[in-house]
């Protein structure tokens, strides 16, 4: 089983969003019994809250299945349990090896450098642009999909 994390600040909006996008796209490819997706936060902020409304909204609209969750903080043994933690933006990227301590087994990745992109997904809680991160993470993922297919003959 491959298991990927997804983390970005508050869990609330980017990560959970694309944790239920790769779930579904991993369901459509029927791959459940090779791959499983989580996501955590850096920051405590949000711990303990649901999904944002907004981030809710744009998974209806695109027809992507959600349950109800709880944001949670990225943790050390978190590093030795996922093979894969994707960071949504640059800071995410220095905050995640700061919780885990490093990188040493290049576990960490920025979701858009699988679309060749070195672009963050800026924050939809402070831009308020949840359909444009929908679209950034849908292709993210798409190709984080594409490479994992490949690395490991999916
Ligand atoms: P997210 O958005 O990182 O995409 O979940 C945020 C949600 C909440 C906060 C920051 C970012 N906050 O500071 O409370």
């Known amino acids: 089983m ?11 909006c980017r990560s959970p969003m694309a944790e239920f996008i790769f779930q579904d796209m991993i369901k459509r490819e029927n791959l459940q019994d090779k791959l499983m997706c989580s996501s955590r936060a850096t920051s405590t902020e949000e711990v303990g809250n649901p999904m944002h409304t907004n981030a809710k909204k744009v998974l209806t609209k695109h027809h992507i299945p959600y349950t109800d969750r709880k944001a949670q903080v990225l943790c050390q043994e978190d ?8 960071g949504m933006d640059s800071s995410n990227i220095f905050h995640i090896k700061q919780i885990v301590g490093g990188d040493s087994k290049n576990k960490v990745f920025k979701l858009l450098s699988f679309c060749n992109l070195n672009d963050n997904i800026e924050d939809p809680w402070y831009t308020g642009n949840f359909d444009k991160v929908y679209d950034e993470i849908n292709s993210g993922c798409r190709a984080f999909l594409e490479f994992l297919k490949m690395v ?3």
């Open 2 to 12: 491959i298991k990927v994390c997804f983390v970005c600040l508050g869990n609330i």
């Open 152 to 154: 490991y003959s999916l």
């Open 79 to 86: 590093y030795q349990n996922f093979d894969y933690i994707i």
